[in-house]
């Protein structure tokens, strides 16, 4: 099956600094990515939608300048945390949207996460 | 905004046992994907359903699409130790622009043990 990467797998920063995470997918092209945040013990919250080639999509009380997305191209999509404060410590997943079957309903591939503590 | 309820939210059992998984909204979604997530990693695909009263069998695990696509349900067959894990839902919406986005459930934690 399709294989979505991610990077680092766990990342800690000093508290106001900022911290970037890659999305991969590495055998198929994404024009589609998303990005989750899950703190423990809880589900997957979609944080963003993004789009290659043009803005994110951030879902409603998300800070599109606190959580900078850029995807750049048709296998990779980043997410910078900026200004990063410990109630940003959490697990990011992203998971991306095979493009070649035509549907709006394509399967979404997850990555493995990236654990983010922040001191 | 579409929620997805599961429950129960923890779900401790032997090996052997059946169990089911219920997640329910009140908001009809096109399709509904069923995943297990194991602790630090992220959530691996185990099936979708498309069409409503449609029931998929996947070895021991049943899945069932409620009639009007507003909940499911996850049955499990002599739970083993590694069925162990998060047991989430996901609702895909009905319209064009959230066709594409995918609303997780709560979550159910279940353990099997010996």
């Known amino acids: 099956g399709a294989v979505v990467s991610q990077h680092p797998s766990r990342v800690i920063c000093k508290s106001g600094t900022s911290v970037k995470i890659e999305c991969r997918s590495l055998?198929?092209?994404?024009?589609?990515m998303f990005w989750y945040r899950q703190f423990p013990k809880q589900s997957l919250m979609l944080m963003a939608t993004?789009?290659?080639?043009?803005?994110?999509?951030?879902e409603q009380g998300v800070e599109k300048d606190k959580f900078l997305i850029n995807h750049a191209s048709l296998t990779l999509s980043t997410l910078t945390v900026t200004s990063a404060h410990p109630e940003d410590s959490s697990f990011y997943i992203c998971?991306?949207?095979?493009?070649?079957?035509?549907?709006?309903?394509?399967?979404?591939?997850f990555g493995p996460g990236t654990r983010l503590l922040v001191l | 905004t579409q929620l997805l309820e599961q429950s129960p939210q923890f779900l401790s059992i032997q090996e052997g046992e059946n169990l089911t998984v219920y997640c329910n909204s009140s908001?009809?979604?096109?399709?509904l994907q069923w995943y297990r997530q194991e602790p630090g990693e992220g959530p691996v695909l185990l099936v979708t359903?498309?069409?409503?009263?449609e029931v998929k069998k996947l070895k021991r695990l049943t899945f069932q699409f409620g009639d009007a696509r507003k909940d499911s349900s996850l049955h499990i067959t002599a739970a083993q130790p590694g069925d162990t894990g998060l047991y989430l839902c996901?609702?895909?919406?009905?319209?064009?622009?959230?066709?594409?986005?995918?609303?997780f459930g709560t979550g159910t934690r279940l353990q099997v043990t010996l």
């Open positions: 998971s991306a949207r095979d493009a070649t079957s035509g549907t709006i309903m394509e399967t979404q591939y």
């Open positions: 055998d198929f092209q994404a024009t589609t």
């Open positions: 993004s789009n290659e080639g043009s803005k994110a999509t951030y």
């Open positions: 908001s009809v979604f096109s399709s």
């Open positions: 359903v498309v069409t409503g009263g």
């Open positions: 996901a609702g895909a919406g009905t319209n064009t622009g959230t066709a594409s986005k995918l609303t």
